[in-house]
């Protein structure tokens, strides 16, 4: 028996050079009967290593024929995949003989979240394996499925339980002999489907409509169109074709630099020099959450979820059985989609979720995540309260999405245990977690917050304290730009259509019709810009001496709250309802506004709409750098995809301006900014001007331009 081994990402060419070395020796020697393939420590592969993929030979080109030189070997070939079997690495099992996987591996070919396709022949090998609606979902989501679904769906052959290597090997002497034809996938039929043309087109709009702008989903599928038009090698064809257009494609740079950037933020660090080499996370073995609102209640579920012990409070019964209702509706709908249903979560049982109104209970909870709203006054005072009922060691969390840290753990006696965890809703499916570190917090507060991220399953990103921290700091500028186009002659319409076709989910006036305009507007009442204590004669459209948009205060003082009132920047079919619909009172309502104010409304493009409301975003982001608010951009690039629906596809706002490049974002906020000189977010940020100055340096270098003393923190 010849035993071959694949590294998981380790030199990917000197993988390929030891698969093909190792098959020919073992096709040239009498006394191999079989071949299996497996992987080092205890993993099959996980793909080519992606840094590599800025050289195209070394990758897609290098695989397909080795990936054939396996399934035409006369000798069965066996893989015997353990850990992960992805992208690169499920090719090379597809063209094995024979897969056996153990129970608890995991595959994918998740090439299309990297803005690829499987360019090694996967793309018109699986269809013929497990059929065309399964390997299409599979190819175009990129999705990572356990070795027991692999197994139904006919991916492998059989699972273990136990040791994999042995098995397969028994499985290979057992197969000796046999004809190896019916087990080569590039001779078999691509299984048909009832209407296959019609499938395909209706899977193409559905591919177009989730893709959002991105181009390797609606390619995955034209690569496994071809494997159901085709003959195999034709379809290889095509596929390498396709693969070529997307590597060479901005979007699969941008696809793998979010790839890295993910994992980068995990890497935190402050200022001062904490980082995980200087603090340990403080087990949570039980937790409490405050406040049982749309965002208590995510977080509730989300804790569940993680099978953390969570104690429930809400002031008063009647808000908590409000509450307690809706958590457990949403408890149920979270169970149905898991394979234990609601045993696997155990949400009934007292010791598991338990709801209150008693502050006592919280004695011996590890952390408490406070979820009251946005109020500065009751904030303080619950923790004020939980400084004084919680365990020494515990650590007390703030859901706040603005408010200032520090002033929230003034009213303790262990303002370094204090620390902002910023959900974002819906919280138990969002992935972000905006951590926020104040003066006092500690790198063990910090390193217990960002473990809890992990245990959530979602993406913690450390940063500093500010108003608006990073998420909805950058998001002020853009939103201010959105209602000031609207002043200027624009529909709310028009601007949501631009950032949409850019990629948004949805633009700045459908989002904040979905969030609530009163959220916003009891903000702006708590910081005097509008209501009773804003001063008599102030002017209407000028707040210290800055430019101020009265527009969304005017709405909901019509009582206008969004999707909640059926009536908003859009107008909706009932209250609550889903579907915007323009509004002729709206329009109309925005013309009298300009008339009373002396604007003449003009027609302002889509190139205006959109760099107004990113550059202002971007250049916020580079004062945020500047002010080391963040450690990176990369962490304005993760906060953004997956806290504000930024295209993945584009790598994220601050990645975004290292490809439109700095000279042109600096030109055109220096453009816009003489045209609008009371808007101070259009004035280019002294970071952006350094950085074009020194020849607009590659996105990894930025940070390094900055002096250290510029640190704030
Ligand atoms: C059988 C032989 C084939 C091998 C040679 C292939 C030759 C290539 C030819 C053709 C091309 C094929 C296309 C591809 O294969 S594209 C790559 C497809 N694979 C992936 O997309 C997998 C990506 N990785 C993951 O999903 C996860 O990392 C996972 C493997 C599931 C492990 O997850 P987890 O345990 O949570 O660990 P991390 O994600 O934090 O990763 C740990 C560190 O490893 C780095 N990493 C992971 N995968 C890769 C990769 N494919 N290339 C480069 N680096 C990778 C990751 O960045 C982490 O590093 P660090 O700690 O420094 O941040």
Not at 190 to 205: D, I
Not at 448 to 469: D, E, H
Not at 491 to 508: M, W
Request: glycine fraction near 10%; charged fraction near 20%; hydrophobic fraction near 40%.
């Amino acid at each position: 028996m010849e035993l071959l081994s694949l590294t998981v990402n380790s030199n990917s060419l000197a993988v390929l050079q030891a698969l093909e070395d190792g098959l020919k020796k073992a096709d040239a020697d009498p006394s191999v009967k079989a071949v299996m393939i497996c992987g080092e420590n205890g993993k099959f592969s996980a793909g080519a290593d992606i840094r590599g993929f800025s050289s195209p030979k070394r990758h897609g080109g290098a695989l397909g024929p080795i990936v054939s030189l396996i399934e035409s070997s006369e000798k069965p070939v066996v893989a015997a995949i353990e850990g992960v079997a992805l992208g690169g690495g499920l090719e090379v099992a597809l063209g094995c003989h024979y897969r056996i996987a153990h129970v608890k591996a995991w595959m994918g070919l998740p090439e299309v979240t990297l803005g690829l396709l499987p360019g090694a022949e996967g793309t018109q090998r699986l269809p013929r394996l497990i059929g065309v609606p399964t390997a299409l979902d599979m190819i175009t989501t990129g999705k990572h499925i356990p070795a027991t679904e692999a197994l139904k769906l006919g991916l492998v052959d059989e699972i273990v339980e136990e040791n994999t290597i042995e098995a397969a090997i028994r499985l290979a002497n057992k197969v000796i002999g046999q004809p190896l034809g019916p087990r080569r996938l590039s001779l078999k039929p691509v299984p048909k489907v009832p209407n296959m043309e019609a499938f395909l087109r209706e899977a193409a709009v559905k591919v177009k409509q989730q893709a959002r702008g991105c181009l390797a989903p609606e390619l995955c599928l034209q690569a496994v169109r071809a494997a159901t038009e085709t003959p195999f090698a034709e379809g290889v064809r095509r596929e390498r074709e396709l693969f070529r257009v997307l590597l060479s494609s901005g979007q699969a740079q941008a696809l793998q630099y979010a790839f890295f950037a993910e994992r980068a933020v995990h890497r935190w660090a402050t200022p001062a020099g904490a980082s995980w080499s200087s603090a340990a996370p403080q087990p949570v073995c039980k937790a409490a959450v405050i406040g049982l609102g749309t965002m208590g209640r995510g977080i509730v579920t989300s804790l569940v979820k993680a099978s953390i012990p969570v104690v429930a409070l809400e002031q008063d019964l009647e808000y908590l059985n409000k509450g307690r209702k809706a958590v457990m509706l949403l408890l149920e709908r979270e169970a149905m989609k898991m394979e234990g249903g609601a045993q696997s979560l155990d949400f009934h049982n007292p010791a598991r979720l338990q709801f209150t109104v008693d502050f006592d209970l919280l004695h011996d909870v590890d952390l408490v995540i406070e979820a009251v709203f946005e109020n500065m006054a009751l904030k303080k005072e619950i923790f004020h309260k939980l400084s004084k009922i919680c365990k020494p060691g515990a650590l007390l969390c703030t859901n706040t999405s603005a408010l200032n840290i520090d002033e929230i753990a003034s009213a303790t006696s262990r303002p370094q245990q204090v620390i902002g965890t910023h959900f974002f809703s819906p919280a138990h499916v969002m992935r972000l977690l905006e951590i926020i570190y104040g003066r006092h917090t500690s790198p063990t507060a910090i390193a217990t917050a960002m473990q809890l991220a992990k245990t959530l399953k979602k993406v913690g990103v450390v940063v500093g304290n500010c108003f608006g921290f990073v998420g909805n700091r950058m998001m002020f500028p853009y939103v201010q730009q959105a209602v000031f186009l609207l002043e200027e002659g624009s529909r709310p319409e028009a601007v949501d259509q631009v950032l949409e076709d850019f990629g948004f989910k949805i633009g700045p006036f459908r989002m904040s019709d979905l969030a609530g305009l009163d959220v916003g507007w009891r903000s702006r009442q708590g910081q005097g810009l509008t209501g009773p204590s804003l001063p008599a004669g102030t002017p209407a459209r000028q707040r210290q001496g800055q430019r101020y948009s009265p527009l969304p205060d005017l709405l909901c003082e019509h009582g206008r709250f969004g999707q909640k009132t059926a009536k908003g920047w859009y107008q909706y079919e009932k209250a609550g309802g889903r579907t915007a619909t323009p509004d002729p009172w709206l329009h109309s309502f925005l013309s009298r506004y300009r008339d009373t104010h002396g604007i003449k409304a003009r027609f302002i493009d889509q190139e205006e709409i959109l760099e107004r409301c990113l550059f202002s975003l971007i250049n916020e982001g580079f004062a945020i750098l500047a002010e080391g608010i963040a450690s990176g951009p990369e962490h304005l690039d993760v906060i953004y995809i997956n806290g504000y629906g930024w295209p993945r596809h584009r790598g994220g706002p601050m990645f975004y301006a290292s490809t439109v490049g700095l000279p042109r974002v600096l030109d055109k906020l220096q453009k816009y900014s003489e045209a609008h000189p009371d808007v101070p977010g259009l004035r280019p940020s002294a970071f952006l001007k350094k950085l074009v100055a020194v020849g607009n340096p590659p996105i990894k270098e930025w940070m390094s331009y900055l002096s250290q003393q510029s640190s704030k923190l």
